[in-house]
């Protein structure tokens, strides 16, 4: 028998052990009247006539469900039943019943006030994910790309433990050698990724990593003043990219722009390396707009449905 024909046998059986079933009092002719055999597509899950294939619809209510739990903009934020399924675009009574399940698992969490916040099982459940490796599996042919390009050593970078992690590394060794590889850490303070990441971070985060340790010189051009390292860091948000020049290693050049998750918040940093002296106000600008355009290509990729709206928005040099 043909993979086809084992197919169409398979959702006919489907379709017939379904009408049979005890169906509650209402029940149109023995079954829902919303069941269409016609609406369910084949996935290989399920043996069925020596071939794997299983009936499965597209489940609206899963997606909405994920839909309301991105209506949370922060992690910290509590919203009420209303103003969820406002930002989810869903009736109130519908949203309300999503929301009433989601709260059963645990997915969300209901306050005194009514209000409601992302609960423990997302924390559980985001801790299998490692974002590293999502970032370095989804950013490969970007990174060749703008390596290519520029004929530059490509960086991507996270923030953990208050020091930079490289997660992502392309280049040609024989054009300009970095030595670096991935899974090495570096100070943040000193180096065109740290201060990219250390921008974005919240107030009473930053001020806490400022005060946290001791700033200590490299070469000649690492800030270590607390006050000059914040006016530096505020000069980062406000062009939306980060400079390190010559501030970690004599004649090493590096620039770096933020990768936006599905929020908005910066979750990584891409960079580029150069010697310094090749560095010229006209190969910064080409750079720079090579830079923007890769990272915002990754903030899409690592974000759901590869929506380009948050980081577009904010993903340009000023």
């Known amino acids: 028998m043909s993979a086809g024909c084992a197919a169409s046998r398979c959702l006919r059986n489907k379709a017939k052990a379904f009408a049979q079933l005890p169906w509650k009092a209402g029940a149109?002719?023995?079954?829902?009247?919303?069941?269409?055999?016609?609406?369910?597509?084949?996935?290989?899950?399920?043996?069925?006539?020596?071939?794997?294939?299983?009936?499965?619809?597209?489940?609206?209510?899963?997606?909405?469900?994920?839909?309301?739990?991105?209506?949370?903009?922060?992690?910290?934020?509590?919203?009420?039943?209303?103003?969820?399924?406002r930002r989810?675009?869903?009736?109130?009574?519908?949203?309300?019943?999503?929301?009433?399940?989601?709260?059963?698992?645990?997915?969300?969490?209901?306050?005194?006030?009514?209000?409601?916040r992302l609960g423990m099982l997302l924390v559980s459940l985001s801790s299998n994910v490692a974002i590293g490796d999502l970032l370095r599996d989804v950013s490969q042919q970007i990174l060749r790309d703008l390596a290519s390009r520029l004929a530059l050593t490509v960086h991507v970078g996270m923030l953990e433990d208050d020091m930079v992690t490289y997660v992502?590394?392309?280049?040609?060794?024989?054009?300009?050698?970095?030595?670096?590889?991935?899974?090495?850490?570096l100070e943040a303070y000193c180096s065109g990724l740290g201060k990219g990441l250390l921008a974005a971070?919240?107030?009473?985060?930053?001020?806490?990593?400022?005060?946290?340790?001791?700033?200590i010189p490299l070469t000649s051009h690492t800030i270590t003043d607390p006050t000059e390292l914040r006016a530096e860091l505020k000069?980062?948000?406000?062009?939306?990219?980060?400079?390190?020049?010559?501030?970690?290693?004599?004649?090493?050049?590096?620039?770096?722009?933020?990768?936006?998750?599905?929020?908005?918040?910066?979750?990584?940093?891409?960079?580029?390396?150069?010697d310094a002296t090749r560095m010229t106000d006209l190969r910064q600008e080409e750079v720079r707009a090579a830079l923007f355009g890769a990272a915002q290509a990754i903030s899409a990729l690592v974000s759901p449905n590869g929506d380009k709206s948050v980081p577009a928005a904010r993903l340009e040099p000023r």
Not at 55 to 73: M, W, Y
Not at 235 to 250: C, E, F, H, N, P
């Open 201 to 215: 971070l919240p107030p009473d985060a930053l001020e806490s990593y400022i005060l946290g340790g001791n700033l």
């Open 28 to 85: 149109h002719a023995g079954r829902p009247s919303s069941f269409h055999a016609k609406s369910y597509k084949l996935t290989s899950t399920e043996r069925c006539g020596g071939e794997r294939y299983v009936a499965t619809p597209k489940n609206q209510s899963v997606v909405k469900a994920f839909t309301i739990l991105r209506s949370f903009r922060r992690p910290d934020e509590r919203l009420t039943s209303a103003e969820l399924s």
């Open 168 to 185: 992502a590394k392309v280049g040609d060794p024989t054009i300009f050698a970095v030595h670096t590889r991935v899974g090495a850490k």
């Open 235 to 274: 000069r980062v948000r406000d062009r939306g990219y980060a400079i390190d020049d010559q501030v970690s290693s004599l004649d090493l050049f590096c620039m770096a722009v933020p990768i936006l998750g599905t929020d908005g918040r910066t979750v990584a940093a891409i960079s580029v390396s150069d």
């Open 88 to 116: 989810a675009k869903l009736p109130e009574a519908s949203g309300y019943r999503l929301i009433q399940t989601l709260t059963e698992i645990g997915a969300v969490v209901r306050g005194r006030q009514g209000r409601y």
